[in-house]
């Protein structure tokens, strides 16, 4: 079900407002892709580093600093899987969202921790 990690990002505050070129420039990711708040580093291994900042305070989701979000070839069925198993999603009717390049679904593990599943399109 799992077939990798397909992002890692950090959520922040929009307080420091040159965050994405410290990123870029001193630890060297190269330009991002942008996209309003998110910033995405295509790193040369495949993988995916972003910065997520949005203005205000944010879900509660939002709120926690780093997410992962596991690569899937069918959220859907994915999904169908996790809930079978006891699995809790951030949204109880249709936890699935377009988030651009992806759909994503957003749930718990028995600690509290926010994860994903993502199926890129």
Partial sequence: MITGVDVVYIHGQSKVR?????????????APCESGHWHEYALPDGSRFALDLPEGSGSQVERQPVMISFRV???????????????????SEDPIMDVGPAWVATFR???GTWLQISQPK
């Fill in 18 to 30: 040159d965050l994405p070129d410290w990123y870029a420039e001193v630890l060297g990711l190269g």
């Fill in 109 to 111: 593990d028995p600690e």
């Fill in 73 to 91: 070839d069918d959220v859907r069925r994915a999904v169908l899987i996790l809930r079978e198993r006891g699995v809790s999603f951030h949204s």
